[in-house]
């Protein structure tokens, strides 16, 4: 095998797994010991914002068994007794199918749409598991906290989305229209 084949596959490879990669580390930064009180009150609600992200390139690299083993996952990690598992599998795929059927209204958008996109998302996500987990317990649960992720999460939104977004530098989305190639499968270029 050529270095050129393998490095190809390599890169390949690497570009096939980021998005799921870059989902498992934020799932798993779930458990971090942070020091900063309301920054690890939003830390569950990340994950959600890498799921957003990534569908936004390419959602067919984060398919839907991958988001519900990492749902489940997270809502393993998380989870007290009692606590719903797969709610957040639900809502992962959710807001997958959310974005993969309003690309074109969040694609090539300024980014204050892109991020009024995702505080709709995030609050049908916090709503969603909020209300399974008191439907679930079958208790009062106060809503301030999750009032307090999703606004952390929506202001650590601007921060994190740029990140992500160059992390898929390669992916299609960020080629500037210029460049992106106009010849169909067997012309060639004269």
């Not at 309003?102 to 980014?111: A, M, S």
């Not at 989305?161 to 390669?170: K, Y």
């Amino acid at each position: 095998m050529r270095a050129d084949g393998l490095l190809a596959m390599l890169d390949r490879w690497g570009r096939n797994a980021l998005p799921g990669a870059a989902l498992l580390f934020f799932v798993l930064l779930t458990l971090a010991p942070l020091r900063a009180p309301y920054l690890s009150g939003a830390l569950p609600l990340l994950p959600a914002l890498v799921v957003f992200q990534f569908s936004l390139a390419t959602p067919e690299r984060l398919p839907g068994p991958l988001l519900l083993v990492m749902g489940i996952l997270l809502d393993l990690l998380l989870g007290g007794p009692g606590a719903p598992v797969g709610v957040s599998a639900l809502g992962f795929v959710l807001i997958r199918a959310a974005v993969v059927n309003n690309r074109r209204y969040l694609v090539g958008v300024p980014f204050l749409f892109q991020w009024s996109g995702f505080c709709l998302l995030a609050l049908g996500f916090v709503v969603l598991i909020w209300l399974f987990t008191a439907l679930w317990t079958w208790t009062a649960i106060d809503p301030r906290p999750a009032i307090m992720q999703y606004a952390v999460v929506i202001a650590l939104y601007p921060l994190l989305a740029p990140l992500l977004a160059r992390v898929r530098a390669r992916d299609p989305l960020n080629v500037p229209d210029e460049s992106r190639g106009t010849a169909r499968p067997g012309e060639t270029t004269s």
